[in-house]
Nanobody, 122 residues
Framework: EVQLVESGGDSVKTGGSLRLSCTAS??????IAWFRQSTGKEREGIGG????????EYHASVKGRFMISADYAEKTVFLQMNSLRPEDTGVYYC?????????????????WGQGTQVTVSS
């Protein structure tokens, strides 16, 4: 089973930026996606990338502010977050999903990291 480890979570002010990292034990052609979960809310998909092809997909709520990239050799996927807002606060997870594409539904992913906390204050 794929092992995933996130890092880079921190506390920032509104308008700030953060870059999260997700290092995988293996990639193959699977999608590596980012999700977040705020207190009292369901886990929400942000977007994902198939590192082998660099195909990326984003949820509409973060398009233009967040960018996902990958270093295939390092088996690491990045989530660059800009113009952060208090509503971006939550625990951010990366997950390994299907081969070749990135569905938005969390149930399509069968390997998850432990999560990293992002807090945005006004």
């Amino acid at each position: 089973e794929v092992q995933l480890v996130e890092s880079g979570g921190d506390s920032v002010k509104t308008g700030g930026s953060l870059r999260l990292s997700c290092t995988a034990s293996e990639l193959n052609n699977r999608c590596i996606a980012w999700f977040r979960q705020s207190t009292g809310k369901e886990r929400e998909g942000i977007g994902g990338i198939v590192p082998a092809t660099r195909r990326t997909e984003y949820h509409a709520s973060v398009k233009g502010r967040f960018m996902i990239s990958a270093d295939y050799a390092e088996k690491t996927v990045f989530l660059q977050m800009n113009s952060l807002r208090p509503e971006d606060t939550g625990v951010y997870y990366c997950a390994a999903g299907p081969i070749g594409f990135c569905p938005i539904t969390a149930s399509r992913y069968n390997a998850w990291g432990q999560g990293t906390q992002v807090t945005v204050s006004s």
